[in-house]
């Protein structure tokens, strides 16, 4: 992999670069900061979570807060997102409520996928939040259907999906690149490089200098960024977003950037990645380098207080969810067939009558 132009706006010195600099209000440069933050809460309440018990399964995304909540925060009204299950935070940004999120991943009567998913596979019909895809790089293809929908009937309107390095090894990938590029689709590929694919390492998952510049093949333009930088995904996502809204086409985004925990709570990181490896990517922490820059704005006096308020509110929203009566045994039956056939409403019966 290459190093070649990379984008982005957080300086070392803590300020931004007024080249490309989103200029957002100061109230939208304060929310960026306290949804990565809640989005680090979450995680490491989930994996707490998970480790004793009260949790199956969970998919962390620490080290890429910049990544979900910039491009979370370039979706509008109207816009498609068709996420990977570690981008919780996209939806989060988007407004997908904290409590959904969190009764999700406990699976009880507040999960509106009523226990039937696996933790990490949100969806929200309200904001265009489609059904996490399990199997890698699926989602793509759907992102392009609901933009050529869209096309079709003339609705001006982005659909934003992510994927993870590994994604751009599958036939997916390259379909939906092919057709975004021949029919002109509204599409914004957004690839966070986070150099692994579990334990596969990004330099053996392609023999190009870098992912963005497979873009061409597409005739798309492609965009390299820095992911541990909120304020340079904001910019290229943002733009990427309104070209694809102006109906000029998609693009394909490679953000460069980390996954610091394991690639699930299933995962031991360790046994294929070095400690000073992960340490020179903590020291890149994208959360600690965005309060550096509002610190300097005097727009952020107390972190630990928003951090406070984040553990705060994911304790209430666990203790709604696992408050929650579990799903009804009767729900296994539900949501299929608009009439239950009556082999299996003899088997719900057989079932609910304690015989079966
Ligand atoms: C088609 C398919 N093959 C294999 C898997 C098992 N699997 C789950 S996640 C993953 C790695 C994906 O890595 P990447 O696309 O880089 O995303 P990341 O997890 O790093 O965010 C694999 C191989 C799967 N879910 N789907």
């Keep these: 992999m290459t190093d070649a132009e990379i984008l982005s706006v957080l ?124 199997p890698v790089a699926t989602q793509l293809p759907h992102a392009v259907g609901a933009a050529y929908a869209a096309k079709v009937r003339g609705e001006r309107v982005a659909v934003l999906t992510t994927f993870g390095d590994g994604g751009t ?43 963005s510049e497979k873009a061409a093949a597409y005739g798309l333009p492609g965009v390299r960024v820095d992911g541990n930088d909120v304020l340079a995904v904001r910019k290229v996502v943002g733009d990427a977003m309104d070209r694809a809204r102006a109906a000029e086409g998609g693009t394909l985004i490679e953000a460069l950037t980390y996954r610091i925990g394991g690639h699930s709570t299933s995962d031991d990181p360790t046994v294929y990645r070095s400690e000073e490896e992960v340490a020179a990517w903590r020291a890149k922490d994208p959360i600690r380098r965005f309060a550096a820059f509002l610190k300097g704005r005097s727009l952020l006096e107390d972190p630990a207080a928003v951090e406070a308020e984040a553990k705060e509110e994911v304790r209430r929203a666990v203790e709604e969810a696992e408050g929650a009566p579990p799903v009804p045994l009767s729900s296994m039956f539900e949501d299929v067939y608009a009439e239950i056939p009556w082999h299996l409403a003899e088997q719900r019966d057989s079932l609910l009558s304690g015989k079966g």
Excluded at 170 to 194: I, K, Q, S, W, Y
Excluded at 196 to 211: D, K, N
């Design 169 to 211: 090894s599958t036939g997916d990938f390259h379909a939906a690149m092919n057709f975004t590029g021949v029919f002109r689709l509204p599409v914004v590929f957004f690839c966070e490089n986070n150099r692994y694919a579990i334990s596969h390492p990004v330099e053996r998952q392609t023999a190009a200098g870098t992912l």
């Design 11 to 134: 300086r070392p010195d803590g300020t931004a670069d007024p080249a490309h600099d989103p200029g957002l209000p100061d109230a939208e440069l304060l929310s960026l900061y306290r949804h990565m933050v809640l989005l680090r809460t979450v995680d490491e309440k989930a994996i707490t979570l998970q480790r004793s018990g009260r949790i199956a399964f969970f998919v962390p995304s620490t080290g890429q807060e910049a990544c979900s909540i910039g491009a979370g925060h370039a979706v509008r009204e109207g816009d498609w997102i068709f996420p990977a299950y570690r981008d919780h935070g996209v939806g989060l940004m988007r407004g997908y409520p904290l409590a959904s999120l969190i009764g999700q991943i406990v699976g009880h009567a507040t999960d509106a996928t009523r226990g039937r998913q696996m933790p990490n596979h949100w969806c929200d019909r309200s904001i265009r939040l489609v059904s996490v895809s399990s």
